[in-house]
């Protein structure tokens, strides 16, 4: 196996056909500095199509957790710097693509961690964040979120570091479609089945999304103006791009005042920096009114208590066992990956581009169209083979969307 050679690719699929990074235009990468050397192969892609600048952004989680751990009080854990809210303001104004750069040199850095100072340290951040999130949910910009393996999280995946890379890069070569003579066209034809379940979900316009299996029976409501999208978006100058890579799911903005029921999760999921499995939670009128968790309980609770939109949901999405993520066995301790292995929902806030005409919305139009508002956005994985999902039209009757986990639409 070429390690180089599927590096290139792989940075090809992402500048070019994800991000599909114009000329002339500034890209900005986001990532730990444990990615630097794949930044750079990002970067060689970039400046071959003619970025006018790569700008890197290195966070170091090992400095993160010093922080956490050794600052003397509690109150310091809120201080952010004040430029940094106006340095993304300029990357949206200023027109910047932007690529989020995961893979983490330690995946469990934040076990163990005060979960109260997790949360300080977390809600600072995100206040911060608001505006530049705000806007990439909007597709103000061309985005793209993808994942680069680490020794550690290949070992985490696969259950040892012995030959991780050849071994990681098996499994991830066909979710990724590099395995195709083509991945572009590879690509493109998997958006065109995306865009048509989605076509299926906005011709329909079911007033519910119904969710049932072992544990979980789960009523999703949904507003007539709401949009199903999936696989690639349009920013503000019109110009395609694949928010995620891979991508797998449809998804949409729920009603976040009407989600009754009671569901369990299917999956871990990172929250606030910590792996939660086991979680479960019961709905009445849009609020979580109950919760649970085999690990890391008092960590849900923090992000529960995060602010008023956090017990709410922002996003339904419908992902079937076809997905190659979920057909590889793998449980991937990501959420990139495990979200497009499974049907899930959201907790947080909601999407404007779900909407109809959402991204030209006020604030306070959103609110009126009970669209969910929130520092935090975490996905909770639904979904397997045992979990069936119907559209529940006006007149009470249901439809089959997905049966024993696959697809009948």
Not at 150 to 170: H, M, N, P, Q, Y
Not at 182 to 208: F, I, Q, S
Not at 263 to 277: C, Y
């Amino acid at each position: 196996m070429d390690f180089d050679e599927l590096r290139r690719r792989y940075a090809e699929i992402i500048v070019e056909t994800a991000i599909n990074l114009q000329e002339g235009e500034p890209l900005l990468i986001r990532t730990e500095v444990a990615q630097r050397e794949f930044s750079k192969v990002l970067a060689e892609v970039a400046y071959s199509r003619r970025a006018s600048l790569v700008s890197m952004q290195y966070s170091d989680p090992e400095l993160s957790r010093l922080r956490i751990d050794k600052t003397l009080e509690d109150d310091y854990l809120e201080f952010v710097p004040s430029y940094l809210e106006n340095m993304y303001d300029c990357y949206l104004k200023d027109g910047w693509s932007s690529i989020s750069l995961r893979g983490p040199e330690s995946p469990d850095i934040l076990e163990g961690a005060d979960p109260v100072r997790v949360g300080k340290v977390n809600k600072a951040n995100s206040k911060v964040m608001r505006s530049f999130l705000k806007g990439i949910s909007a597709n103000r910009i061309a985005w793209n979120v993808c994942l680069f393996p680490t020794e550690a999280w290949a070992a985490k995946v696969l259950g040892s570091s012995e030959d991780w890379e050849r071994r990681i890069w098996e499994v991830l070569v066909p979710i990724l479609r590099l395995d195709s003579n083509d991945p572009t066209e590879a690509w493109l034809e998997h958006d065109v089945e995306l865009k048509r379940r989605c076509g299926h979900m906005n011709r329909v316009r079911y007033d519910k999304i119904h969710f049932t299996g072992p544990d979980t029976d789960l009523y999703v409501g949904m507003a007539p103006n709401r949009i199903f999208a999936g696989g690639r978006c349009v920013n503000q100058k019109g110009v395609e791009f694949f928010p995620n890579i891979p991508t797998e799911e449809i998804f949409s903005t729920p009603d976040h005042t009407r989600t009754d029921g009671f569901v369990k999760t299917t999956r871990p999921v990172e929250v606030l920096g910590t792996q939660v499995s086991g979680a479960w939670f019961r709905f009445s009128a849009g609020q979580v009114v109950e919760f649970g968790a085999d690990t890391n309980r008092e960590i849900l609770e923090q992000y529960l208590n995060f602010d008023d939109g956090a017990r709410a949901l922002g996003e339904v999405a419908l992902v079937d066992a076809d997905s190659p993520i979920f057909r590889s066995g793998k449980i991937f301790y990501n959420i990139l990956f495990d979200e497009n292995a499974a049907c899930h929902i959201a907790l947080g806030n909601g999407y404007a581009d779900c909407i109809e005409n959402g991204t030209k919305m006020s604030d306070d139009e959103l609110e009126e169209t009970r669209c969910n508002s929130s520092l935090v956005h975490t996905d909770f994985m639904i979904g397997s083979e045992e979990v069936s999902v119907s559209g529940v039209k006006d007149d009470g009757s249901e439809e089959k969307i997905i049966e024993q986990g696959v697809f009948v639409i």
